[in-house]
C-alpha cells in the first residue's frame, strides 16, 4: 500500500512539445504529491507539489493534475525545452516533518533539438 | 531558503576503510533527517530516519552496525559507512526536514567509491 507507480521508465520529445509523465499511488493517507527532478550526479531538486485539496497546481510550464478519486497524478512539461532532459521523480507523502516520501521508479526524459 | 548541504561530493576509498558523510541544514533547524541511497538509474532507497539526540530508525535490510549515523544537533547528521566495500560504492544523499507540517529537503548528495 505504500508503493507508488510511475510510468513511462524512459520519455523522447521533440523540442517544445508536451512530456506528460504518470504516477499512481495506494495510500490515501498520504496529503503531499511532489515531483523532482534530478540531473545525473546531482541530488534530487524540488520541481512542483501539490496537496490533493486542488485538482491542478501550474508554475511556469510545469503543470500538476491531480485525480483523488482515481489515486492519479501527472506532470505535464510545456514547450519542452533540451534543458529539462533529466529524470524525474514522482513522490507521495504527508505533509509532516517526519513522514516518509515515498518514490516512484523515475522517468528518464530526454528532449530533441 | 532551506538550503542542505553534504559534504564530501565524492569520495574514493580503499576496501575496509570507514567514510564519513556530512549533512547539514544552513538555514533552519532540522528536527528529522533522513539518509537514502541511489544505484545509477535507479530510484532513491530510503535507508534510515534520524530525530535529533535519538537513535536512528533504520529501514528493513539497512545494517544499522554498518551504517552509523548521528543526529547530534539540530543542523548536522552524518553518516559513516564501516569497514566499506565495493559494493557500498553509490550516491548517497540525505535530506532534512524542519519542525511542523513540512516536507524534505534534498542535499546534493555524495559519490562513495570503495576500490
Known amino acids: 500500500q505504500q508503493q507508488v507507480k510511475q510510468s513511462p521508465q524512459s520519455l523522447i520529445v521533440q523540442k517544445g512539445g508536451i512530456s506528460i509523465i504518470n504516477c499512481a499511488y495506494e495510500?490515501?493517507?498520504?496529503?503531499?504529491f511532489p515531483w523532482y527532478q534530478q540531473f545525473p550526479g546531482k541530488g534530487p531538486a524540488l520541481l512542483i507539489a501539490i496537496r490533493p485539496d486542488v485538482s491542478e497546481k501550474k508554475e511556469g510550464r510545469f503543470t500538476i493534475s491531480f485525480n483523488k478519486s482515481a489515486k492519479q497524478f501527472s506532470l505535464h512539461i510545456m514547450d519542452s525545452q533540451p534543458g529539462d532532459s533529466a529524470t524525474y521523480f514522482c513522490?507521495?507523502?504527508?505533509?509532516?516533518?517526519?513522514?516518509?516520501?515515498?518514490f516512484g521508479s523515475g522517468t528518464r526524459l530526454s528532449i530533441r533539438p | 531558503g532551506a538550503v542542505v548541504s553534504q559534504h564530501p561530493s565524492r569520495v574514493i576509498c580503499k576496501s575496509g576503510t570507514s567514510v564519513k558523510i556530512e549533512c547539514r541544514s544552513l538555514d533552519f533547524q532540522a528536527t528529522t533527517m533522513f539518509w537514502y541511497r541511489q544505484f545509477p538509474k535507479q530510484s532513491l532507497m530510503l535507508m534510515a530516519t534520524s530525530n535529533e539526540g535519538s537513535k536512528a530508525t533504520y529501514e528493513q535490510g539497512v545494517e544499522k552496525d554498518k551504517f552509523l549515523i548521528n543526529h547530534a544537533s539540530l543542523t548536522l547528521s552524518t553518516l559513516t559507512v564501516t569497514s566499506a566495500h565495493p559494493e557500498d560504492s553509490s550516491f548517497y544523499i540525505c535530506?532534512?526536514?524542519?519542525?511542523?507540517?513540512?516536507?524534505?529537503?534534498f542535499g546534493p548528495g555524495t559519490r562513495l567509491t570503495v576500490l
Open positions: 495510500n490515501t493517507a498520504f496529503d503531499y
Open positions: 535530506s532534512a526536514s524542519p519542525a511542523g507540517p513540512d516536507t524534505q529537503y
Open positions: 513522490a507521495a507523502s504527508r505533509y509532516s516533518s517526519a513522514s516518509k516520501i515515498i
